[in-house]
């Protein structure tokens, strides 16, 4: 008999396991942004890894209330799986104007500063 049980957890690879990773998009699919509601998920530069993903949230301008929900997220995620996870906001090199959201699900994450 198959067995359903997830992959083991390691923190520090969160998003290796598919239920993990989709309860944070889903998470942030439902988010409501304070000047635009919410935003649908798309992806940038390519699929997660088992460390992070970034999603492209087009033209935002952030507020206050926006950067408190989306620490409240994180923190809510962390403190169930215990993970390390953190975020940042960088404009797209792509695309003039688009902001990406960068969720890095561990400190083990690759550096990218260009």
Not at 31 to 56: A, C, M, S, W
Not at 95 to 113: F, T, V, W, Y
Request: aromatic content about 10%; proline content about 9%.
């Amino acid at each position: 008999m198959a067995s359903s049980t997830p992959a083991p957890f390691d923190p520090m690879e969160p998003f290796a396991r598919d239920d993990i990773l989709r309860e944070v998009l889903d998470e942030l699919a439902k988010f409501d942004y304070k000047l635009y509601g919410p935003i649908p998920v798309r992806l940038h530069r390519g699929q997660p890894t088992k460390y992070e993903f970034d999603i492209n949230l087009g033209v935002v301008h952030f507020t206050e209330q926006d950067f408190a929900g989306l620490s409240e997220i994180v923190r809510n995620i962390n403190a169930k799986w215990g993970t390390q996870m953190t975020f940042c906001v960088y404009p797209s090199k792509e695309k003039a104007r688009d902001m990406i959201l960068n969720i890095r699900g561990s400190p083990m994450a690759p550096a990218e500063i260009d």
